[in-house]
């Protein structure tokens, strides 16, 4: 059975400052996603990871994908207010299942 | 409308109720989802329908009960629900079964409340 755990569950940073937040799941996969959930409000696809060192960047967020480790990593750069929302990792399964992780609330303060 | 739209937004239902949740997905997607998000919990799956025909039913009670009357329809009918299914119920589109990197695009949910 996929596991998918993300860290930190929190995460509080102050304006202009950079940090990680990471992904690992439990078995192999082909496909991996990043989305972000604003407070009553749907989930927003930010990413899509397909393979081996593949890296996607919008903005100040960077995600990146290592299979072999079974990591994903958001990175966060200069970090300002508006990216304070709800960031999941998703994993994919068999099909098009998906398997979420917990998500991350990340909180900027100026 | 573009994207997917679910309705009614907010739903406060009796145990006793008989309830149903619509979903419509205007991006011409072959797949449609129902997950549940309860405070503290990841997503959980809940169905997956492709084509119209269920290819997912994650362990879920029979007093859910899905249907999918075309690929752009998607509903979850409600009976006799308990109080610990009150959560947000999102349905997603995608490409269908085998359009690997294809990501779930959400409705803004149901915030169901089972009195």
């Known amino acids: 059975e996929l596991k998918v755990e993300q860290n930190p569950l929190f995460l509080s940073m102050q304006e202009g400052k950079n940090y990680t937040i990471y992904c690992n799941y439990s078995?192999?996969?082909?496909?991996l996603y990043w989305y972000r959930q604003d407070p009553g409000k749907s989930l927003e696809s930010l990413f899509v990871?397909?393979?081996?060192?593949a890296v996607k960047q919008e903005g100040r967020l960077m995600a990146s994908l290592d299979t072999k480790a079974r990591l994903s990593t958001l990175h966060i750069t200069a970090a300002v207010h508006d990216l304070s929302a709800t960031y999941f990792c998703a994993v994919g399964e068999y099909g098009n299942k998906l398997v979420f992780g917990a998500g991350t609330i990340l909180r900027v303060k100026s | 409308e573009t994207g997917v739209t679910q309705t009614p937004r907010h739903l406060v239902m009796g145990m006793t109720n008989k309830k149903s949740l619509k979903c419509e997905q205007h991006?011409?997607?072959?797949?449609m989802y129902w997950y549940k998000q309860s405070a503290k919990k990841p997503l959980e799956l809940m169905f997956v329908y492709n084509f119209k025909e269920q290819t997912e039913n994650n362990s879920v009670p029979s007093r859910f009960s899905p249907e999918c009357p075309n690929s752009s329809h998607l509903f979850l009918h409600l009976h006799t629900l308990q109080p610990e299914d009150s959560a947000l119920y999102l349905c997603?589109?995608?490409?269908?079964?085998?359009?690997?990197?294809?990501?779930?695009?959400f409705g803004n949910g149901t915030r169901l409340t089972v009195t």
């Open positions: 078995t192999t996969s082909d496909r």
């Open positions: 991006l011409g997607h072959n797949a």
């Open positions: 990871l397909l393979s081996n060192g």
């Open positions: 997603a589109s995608s490409q269908a079964q085998g359009s690997i990197g294809s990501p779930l695009h």
